[in-house]
């Protein structure tokens, strides 16, 4: 029976953090290999227009952007495996990774899995989601509702910095949260509630997302917990902020994962973890800054340094 072949470096997502890892490795002639999920692309191919990445002036589809990525990475001769992979093996060298009936090993990894946001499930969300009116990104999605109003939903810092970085562009933002007080930080709470342009709705959930027929947001109905009330906002962009979830999968353990379940990158790096020669890059590491051109640079610092740990390992 032949053994299976071991790859210099096989990468496991295909976002903008593992497209960028497989662009600087496969120049670097690593040959190699990138197993796509269920999602190829990740995140920003539901994102109809990218306007802060460097280099598009006008402006990109974000389906258009991953491929090109995707190409440039395929012309220096990445190659495209879609698969799923179910388990790991990292105790020993080559590393193994178990994708339904197919064992793959590598040299050096790099987990660019992203993370996927955590969604109401209301009616409308879905069929909404990406370009339509509701999206989970404030600094992706903000300049494109200028003197709109546009509510937030959540009660964490994320969802308070979401609705102040949402003030630089709408009329009004309708914070909604499922209590009477934020659980935010106080410093974050008190900018948001004290804010004129905010408006706090509170002990309220949202019951159904609007404009399904019309193929955009007109509006988001909610209902009062203690009145049982309902009542529809007018907005034209909801934006869902009750946290993230990454995707760790089979991978944690053996990798440290912080109290969030992201990856615990190793004091002095960004990319590098508790096991040699497998990093990780992106938004299965990164939950602050979330963003396509952050995720990119980890793609670089993950695959510039499995290039150098290969080179010292040789053999």
Not at 193 to 200: A, G
């Amino acid at each position: 029976m032949t053994s299976p072949t071991v790859e210099n470096v096989v990468i496991i997502g295909t976002g903008c953090a593992g497209l960028t890892a497989a662009i600087y490795t496969a120049r670097a002639s690593l040959n190699p290999l990138v197993i796509e999920g269920p999602l190829p692309g990740g995140q920003l191919t539901t994102t109809s227009e990218v306007e802060n990445f460097p280099g598009f002036p006008h402006g990109v589809d974000g389906y258009q952007l991953t491929q090109n990525m995707r190409e440039q990475a395929t012309r220096f001769g990445t190659r495209f495996e879609q698969a799923l992979v179910d388990q790991v093996d990292f105790t020993s060298m080559p590393r193994k990774l178990v994708c339904g009936d197919r064992v793959i090993l590598a040299r050096s990894v790099i987990i660019a899995t992203g993370a996927s946001p955590r969604m109401t499930g209301v009616p409308g969300e879905k069929e909404l989601y990406g370009g339509k009116g509701v999206t989970t990104c404030a600094t992706c999605d903000g300049a494109f509702y200028r003197k709109m109003e546009v509510a937030v939903i959540g009660g964490g810092d994320s969802a308070a910095e979401e609705a102040l970085f949402l003030t630089r562009f709408a009329s009004k933002v309708y914070l909604i949260h499922r209590r009477d007080s934020l659980r935010a930080s106080k410093i974050m709470s008190d900018r948001a509630t004290s804010h004129e342009k905010i408006q706090m709705v509170w002990d309220t959930v949202p019951v159904e997302v609007q404009g399904v027929a019309e193929g955009a947001v007109t509006g988001l109905k909610l209902k009062n917990l203690k009145t049982n009330a309902e009542s529809v906002l007018p907005v034209k962009g909801i934006f869902v902020a009750i946290g993230h979830v990454p995707n760790t999968g089979p991978f944690a353990p053996p990798l440290d994962v912080d109290e969030g379940g992201y990856f615990k990158p190793q004091p002095g790096s960004q990319v590098r973890t508790n096991i040699p020669g497998v990093y990780v890059a992106g938004d299965c590491s990164d939950h602050i800054f979330r963003q396509a051109i952050t995720a990119a640079g980890m793609g670089c610092q993950a695959a510039i340094e499995a290039e150098r740990w290969l080179a010292e390992h040789e053999g």
